[in-house]
């Protein structure tokens, strides 16, 4: 089947808060945007009943109410939606390839946002009350919700402890499902002295979950103990899952660098081993999965993509100058010895008016074309030709050094 190609300046795969956050600062820069979303637009944020932890929303928000709004503006900046799955990705190129089942898009900047998904434990009827209906994966996000009530935490590695003993300030009671033998975590052993000691948490040993039950909402988790095989009903309110998360990062393996768990592995910048491509949100390798922090991610990942694109401009029609001779002074507007040098540059620059064409990159706001160049101290000049550069001059630089540079 011949696929329609479309062309745009980004593509963003995945409309989490971290997706519509890096559309928003692309579209709004006026880059031509085009967001790709496999299931519901706002991600797993959707599904969470109350976020009472963004900034700006005193009185909090529903989760997919706070996403209806970053999805309004994002289309308010002009970024286009496209409900679909991604099915490849080529970023070998200068021009980066995304194909879905029935179209191309190619674009000069990728940016990541897939997100990821909890690992469940496939227990009986678990798919009927995932999110809104009793089965939670963030404690931040739904232990107000539950003040008062009685909670199972399902998981004994840090994140299941201490997030089972966050929710002890809001429930009842927190039972804990541990698979392994009496007084045996998976966590460390601080989470797991507290733990112990807190008189709101209590622990059912040697159990995996069996089943889920109840009615239009979760009011029973079944757990299996192992070693018995005996059935445990426990009446509950809500049960969080803490065994893993999954990132939805398939379609990358063996094309942009992750840790072990496949996280995608990025600088403070958001971006990735491959030029022009960026990552944000949960799917990154990453201390906190937050909305406020997915936001933070997308505000970098579209700014650096509005910055990767206009420095490529720079980079292909002055700096490489089309083939043609260029000479090519990297400095920093803030180092009094590069503010020095100027005076020599320009007079340099004059001189050659007619003949060879000057340029200067200031590294103060952004180092892409230095990096570009293989730069990584200023003050710096190259003579490039053919795209190529012939030389580099980083010492003694004045008017005879610059002479010879072209030579």
């Keep these: 089947m011949n696929k329609k190609t479309e062309k745009y300046d980004v ?3 995945g409309g989490g808060a971290a997706g519509l956050t890096a559309g928003i600062y692309c579209g709004r820069a006026r880059l031509k945007t085009l967001l790709i979303e496999k299931a519901l637009v706002g991600g797993l944020a959707t599904y969470t009943s109350e ?9 909090g928000s529903s989760g997919l109410g706070l996403m209806d709004l970053f999805h309004e503006q994002a289309k308010k900046f002009g970024v286009k939606f496209k409900l679909t799955d991604v099915r490849s990705v080529d970023f070998s190129g200068e021009t980066k390839v995304v194909e879905t089942f ?4 190619e674009a000069k900047v990728v940016i990541v946002a897939t997100g990821g998904k909890p690992r469940l434990t496939g227990a009986e009827n678990e798919d009927k009350y995932l999110y809104d209906k009793g089965i939670s994966f963030c404690a931040t996000c739904d232990a107000a919700a539950n003040t008062g009530k009685t909670v199972m935490v399902i998981g004994s590695g840090d994140a299941a402890i201490e997030e089972g003993t966050f929710l002890t300030k809001f429930a009842d009671k927190v039972i804990v499902s541990v698979m392994h033998e009496e007084g045996k975590m998976d966590c460390n052993e601080i989470a797991k002295a507290q733990a112990l000691e807190n008189p709101k948490m209590e622990f059912i040993w040697n159990t995996v979950a069996e089943r889920f039950e109840g009615d239009e909402h979760l009011d029973t988790v079944v757990l299996k103990n192992i070693k018995t095989e005996e059935s445990i009903p426990v009446k509950v309110d809500t049960c969080f899952l803490f065994i893993g998360y999954l990132p939805n990062t398939e379609w990358f393996k063996d094309i942009l660098d992750m840790n072990r768990g496949g996280y995608l592995i990025t600088n403070e910048r958001m971006e990735t081993n491959v030029p022009g491509v960026l990552a944000a949100g949960d799917v990154r390798d990453k201390f906190l999965k937050q909305v406020a922090t997915a936001v933070g991610d997308g505000a970098i990942a579209g700014y650096g993509a509005e910055k990767y694109i206009s420095e490529l401009e720079v ?3 002055q700096v490489l100058n089309n083939g043609e001779p260029s000479v090519v002074y990297v400095w920093n507007a803030v180092d009094p010895k590069c503010r020095e040098l100027m005076t020599t540059v320009e007079a340099f620059q004059e001189k050659h008016a007619g003949d060879l064409h000057v340029t200067n990159v200031d590294i103060y706001k952004s180092d892409g074309i230095a990096r570009r160049l293989g730069i990584s101290e200023v003050p710096a000049v190259l003579y490039i030709k053919n795209n190529e550069v012939q030389k580099t001059l980083t010492q003694n630089i004045s008017m005879e050094g610059l002479e010879g540079l072209v030579d």
């Design 11 to 13: 593509v963003i795969i």
């Design 51 to 59: 976020i009472e932890n963004y900034p700006g929303f005193p009185e």
């Design 102 to 105: 029935r179209n191309r898009f």
């Design 315 to 317: 980079y292909e029609s």
